[in-house]
């Protein structure tokens, strides 16, 4: 069974530094990776993915996130933070053979910038 | 990329009711999905609407406490049927975009919060 860890439930970060909420993930073969990012009272939002190519992954509002095959990792990185980046932010996994039916999200990580 | 519209917004509602959730999207979709968003859980795949044929529940979900409807490609309802306080919780409906840069993302509305007293 697949599944996706993000080991942070918290993190806080002051504005102007860079941040990283880590995730790890567990599937079967080579996978989809996503980020999501949730505002308050609001649905999810599409930050980026990785589905092939270059390991880097370059998203909205200047995030960015790197696949690492063998730490199996995919954590997301933004070099300056900014307080409007504060928010819940999932990662998500699913198999490269499946549907969309097959993605799984980590916990979630509370960001806050701090000014 | 779809435009998503989901209503109630929010709602409280009295333990035994049930409330129905409503999505529309402003484009075709074969598959429509429902999430659940537990306080301060993640997200959890309640079910797969699909037009023309019986929704498909995962694990743990049934269709009588989770009746799903979709009438036609753009339209679904989930109903939240005889309610009891576990259930509050946020309801997410969500789209698949398909094709280019997008593909394989998944769109969603803003979400449905439900406090059942």
């Known amino acids: 069974a ?6 942070e439930d918290q993190v806080n970060v002051a ?7 880590k995730c790890t993930y567990s599937v079967s073969g080579n996978p ?7 505002y308050p009272n609001r649905g999810l939002q599409f930050l980026l993915k990785y589905i092939t190519g270059d390991n880097l992954v370059k998203g909205s509002y200047g995030f960015e996130a790197e696949f690492n095959k063998s730490q199996t990792s995919f954590h997301l990185k933004k070099p ?3 307080v409007s980046d504060s928010a819940l932010y999932f990662c998500a996994v699913r198999p490269r053979s499946g549907s969309a039916r097959q993605l799984t999200f980590g916990s979630g990580t509370q960001l806050t910038v701090l000014p | 990329s779809a435009v998503i519209s989901q209503k109630p917004s929010r709602d409280i509602c009295q333990r035994g009711t049930s409330l129905t959730i409503q999505c529309q999207v402003d484009s ?3 598959m429509m999905f429902w999430y659940r968003q537990q306080p301060g859980q993640s997200l959890t795949l309640i079910a797969t609407a699909n037009q023309g044929s019986e ?23 989930l109903t939240v049927s005889n309610m009891s306080p576990e259930d ?6 969500s789209v698949e975009r398909t094709g280019g840069s997008g593909a394989n993302v998944l769109t969603f509305g803003a979400g449905s919060r439900l406090t059942v007293l």
């Open chain 1, 32 to 38: 989809y990776l996503f980020w999501y990012v949730q």
């Open chain 1, 2 to 7: 697949q599944s996706v860890a993000q080991p």
């Open chain 2, 55 to 77: 929704a498909t529940y995962e694990s743990g979900f049934v269709i009588d406490k989770f009746p799903i409807s979709r009438p036609n490609l753009t339209f679904s309802t």
């Open chain 2, 88 to 93: 509050s919780s946020i309801y997410l409906c």
């Open chain 1, 80 to 82: 300056s933070a900014l």
């Open chain 1, 15 to 21: 504005e102007g530094n860079p941040l990283t909420v």
């Open chain 2, 28 to 30: 075709q979709v074969t």
